[in-house]
């Protein structure tokens, strides 16, 4: 069973940072893209970042380009993402979402539950 | 990268169709067959309901069918049935290696 789990949410002031972590198990994670996928309080989905299996090919969504990072560890089953001068907007839940296309950001089939990131002062 | 436009909100009755439309341009959806649609209930993680324009993944019903013409790609449920109120999102692949997500459409059984 595929089963991703996000850590690393919670309060932080405008400008602050923060890491985000995505523990993946029940598949190989080596072979996947993954992405970050998040979403404001009553609000859509809103794709913020992927990563190719390899992290040979890496995009970001223009809101959060300059000021996030994506990586991965495949040895550590594990998806990051470092989110440095944060604003209001970003607060959202993140979700880390698997996917199973042939590129990244073609078939977003699996996602975690979500973690909570609240900027404010 | 504007996202994809959708209705805001869609009712019908048990066993019912209803189709919700996901409008984009030939940079995303025209020029791919790379949309998705995904269900959302309250306080959950979206769901995949349907890849490529109209593959249901394994376990998904097949009263749940995508079809695409042009920019514009679209999701139908037949025999509505109480659990199918949900928010409905489509993506697609764009042009510029991203990902665009609808703004979400309300489904409301009556």
């Known amino acids: 069973e595929v089963q991703l789990v996000e850590s690393g949410g919670g309060l932080v002031k405008p400008g602050g940072s923060l890491r985000l972590s995505c523990a993946a198990s029940?598949?190989?994670?080596?072979?996947?893209?993954m992405n970050w996928v998040r979403q404001a309080p009553g609000k859509g989905l809103e794709w913020v970042s992927s990563i190719s299996s390899s992290s040979s090919y890496i995009y970001y969504a223009d809101s959060v380009k300059g000021r996030f990072t994506i990586s991965r560890d495949n040895a550590k089953n594990s998806l990051y993402l470092q989110m440095n001068s944060l604003r209001a907007e970003d607060t959202a839940v993140y979700y880390c979402?698997?996917?199973?296309?042939?590129?990244?950001?073609?078939?977003?089939?699996?996602w975690g539950q979500g973690t909570l990131v609240t900027v404010s002062s | 990268q504007s996202a994809l436009t959708q209705p805001a909100s869609v009712s019908g009755s048990p066993g019912q169709s209803i189709t919700i439309s996901c409008t984009g341009t030939?940079?995303?959806?025209?020029?791919?067959?790379?949309v998705s649609w995904y269900q959302q209930h309250p306080g959950k993680a979206p769901k995949l309901m349907i890849y490529?324009?109209?593959n249901r993944p394994s376990g998904v019903s097949n009263r749940f069918s995508g079809s695409k013409s042009g920019n514009t790609a679209s999701l139908t449920i037949s025999g509505l049935q109480a659990e199918d109120e949900a928010d409905y999102y489509c993506?697609?692949?764009?042009?510029?290696?991203?990902?665009?997500f609808g703004g979400g459409t309300k489904l409301t059984v009556l």
């Open positions: 993506s697609s692949y764009t042009s510029s290696s991203h990902v665009v």
């Open positions: 979402a698997r996917d199973g296309g042939a590129a990244a950001g073609t078939k977003i089939d699996y």
């Open positions: 030939s940079s995303d959806v025209g020029g791919y067959n790379y």
């Open positions: 029940g598949f190989t994670f080596s072979s996947y893209s």
């Open positions: 490529d324009v109209s």
